[in-house]
Structures are given as structure tokens and as C-alpha cells.
């Protein structure tokens, strides 16, 4: 069972969600704010501050355990990092899903382990979703393999992108197993296994300080002890809503940081934005309206009614759009000086689009629609 307390604050007390959303603020504007260029052009992952999220209880409340997961409080804590950074914003939710894979696991033994330190950011670590998503939704094959052995599988594979990690962290994975039958099967991934090596050879346009690597997997052992689900489809449809919903997260503090850069240039140059098309007030209501639908489906991760399930892609599509839309609106209410190359606005215009190609991208929300439709 989690124990909250561990990822409270100074007074060793269980943090409120309010409490904790506004210690993530802070930290976020008086550590990670002077680190913002330095993670946008030098790929600077900001693990100080990651492990400081953590201490604050910014990985703790949406983990399933005595009490019901507050998931909303977990998005509006990605949502004051991401309001400064999407790339440290991201690598939160990246944190926030492994947790979440745990502690929605029958696992009793990792959770008191590794998931006890994965809820206060003493273990860092992500998520290697985005094939298995895929590839259950017929766009593309299963990229990890594994065979059982005595005591555990051995896994092979390539993953080209897997973000927040590091030599000492920790993602989930999945993989096929083929045994008279197909099956797939869910467990926790040791970076320092024997076998795993991480390769950075990729540079980004944006979202470069997150430590995405390439991972290959050459016969790694993944003991039983760090298995979630086996097999794992009923597994993945119970944590595939959280997974999703939690992404809200990044798209609100991105949001809302477009809609104050373009109230920054209001005295300046509100005699001339007022022709634009999009307006500030029409993100913020559009922003409201998203974080109550939002709020409202969070509630119930665990929903099995197929009609939740489509409202979760729905906002989840609009959660993207809506990030491209305020960006490009914040850039063109800027002009020059979003333009140059330390302004906001160009910035926050390259990191929207992460939050529509990020699985589940726009394509595949699409898709799954249409799929559905039918
Ligand atoms: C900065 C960044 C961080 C990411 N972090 C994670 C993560 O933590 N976990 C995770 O599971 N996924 C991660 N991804 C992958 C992401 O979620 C998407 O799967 C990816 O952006 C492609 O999605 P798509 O649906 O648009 O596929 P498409 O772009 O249509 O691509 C189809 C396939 O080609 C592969 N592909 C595309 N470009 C390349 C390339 N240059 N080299 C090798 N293969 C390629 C893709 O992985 C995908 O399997 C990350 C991507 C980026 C850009």
C-alpha cells in the first residue's frame, strides 16, 4: 500500500491536493523558470528539480491505493511545471505514469519497493507506451519480444524513443510472448539490466532535455518480481484512461502560459492583436471548459463503459489542438519578439506540436474514432 506520508512536506503530514499543486508552482518558478533556455537549447534534463517535485508529493496523489486517485491534482501539478517547460512537464507525466502502472498492478511487493520510491522521486523513471498503443490499436507490430526462462523472461528489442532516463532509472515496457499462442505481458524495466544500453543520437526541435533515448533490449532478464500484468490486456485497458487523461496535464500549463503571453503584449500591441482571430479570453474559456470535462472523467479512471472510453480520446484530441491553437496564437500575438531566439513564443509553438505527436498523437486519436464509428 502506498504510504502517502513518505512524499508529504516538512511536517510529515499526507499533502492536500491544493497544497501540493502550489508547491509545484513555486518550486517550478524559483528552480526551473532560471533553467528554461539552458533545457530548451542545451537538452539540459533537470533532475534536481524532478527529484524536488517528488519530495513535494507531486507523484503521490493520483497513485491507486487506501484512497481513490486524485488524478486531477496530478495534471494540475504537471500543469504548474508545464506552465514554464513542457519538456520538464512531460518528463512529470513520464514519472507519473510509471507510478501509475505500479500501483494499478496486483505487484503488492513492488509498490512497498520500487513504487514507494517512484511516488517521491527518490527512483526516477518512464514509460515505453507509445509502440505497445499502437500496435494494439493495428498501426504497428509489438517491437519487444520476450521467452520465459526459469524465474523471469528474457526480452529483446529496439525502442527508437523512451524518455526520462538515466542509467539508474526505471520504465515500463511491454512485450510478446509467444508460447502456443500469442500473449503480451507488462513489467518494470531496470535501465542498469545487463543487456540495455541507452543511445542518445536523436536532437529534437523541442522536448530535448527529457533524456530520451534510444533503448536496446539484447536478451535482458526481467525477473518475476517486476512484472505487472501477465498476460496484460485486461491490465491495459483498466490504466489506459489514466495514462491518457494524465497527459491533460502538459496541454493546461501550456495553455495557460499562451494565454498570459498574449496578455503580456495587450498594453503594447492590443491596438493591432485585437484583429487577430483568436483571442486570449476565447483560450481561457476554451481552457475551462477543457479542464471541467477533464476534471469530470478523472474521477472515474477505472470506468469500463465504452462510452467513457471515447470521451477520454475526445478530450484528449481537443487537448491537443487546443495546445497547437494557443501557441500559434500566442506567436502570432508576439510577433518579433516571440520570434527571436530566446522568446517564449517560438519556443512554446515548437513544444505544442509534442502534445499532438506524443502517443496518443492526432493521428491515431482519429483513427480510433473512426475506428469506433464503426
Ligand atoms: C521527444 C520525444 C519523446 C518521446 N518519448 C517517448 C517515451 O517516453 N515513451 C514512448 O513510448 N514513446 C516516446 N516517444 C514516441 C512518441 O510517443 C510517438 O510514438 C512518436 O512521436 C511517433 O508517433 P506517431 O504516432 O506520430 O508515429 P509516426 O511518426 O507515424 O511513426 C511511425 C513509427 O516510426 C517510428 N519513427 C519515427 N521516426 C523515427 C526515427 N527518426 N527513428 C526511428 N523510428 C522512428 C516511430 O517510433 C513509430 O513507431 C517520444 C517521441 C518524441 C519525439
Redesign the pocket.
Known sequence: MLDRSAAARDDNKPAKGADVVEAIRELSSRELLPLVQKIDTEAYYPEAVMRAYGRAGGYACHLPGETPPDLVTAINAMAAAGEYCLSTSFCVW?QDALGWYIFASDNERLKVTLGQRVATGDALG??????PM?SFFGI?GMRLRGKRVDGGYVVRGL?????NLGDDHYFGAVFEVEEGGKRNVMAVVPCASEGLTLADN?K?VA?DG?R?FAVQMRDVFIPDGLILADPCDDYIKRIRAGFVLLQAGMAFGLIRDCINLMQQVKGPLGHVNKYLDVQPEHVAEQLQAMESAVAKLAATPFETDPGYWRAVIEARLVAGEASVTAAHAAMLHCGARGYVATGAAQRRLREAY?VA???P?T??LKKMLADMAH
Open positions: 513520464c518512464g514509460t515505453a507506451l507509445s509502440n499502437k504497428e525502442l527508437p524513443f523512451v524518455s536523436t529534437f522536448l527529457t530520451t509534442f505527436i506524443v502517443t498523437a493521428k491515431q
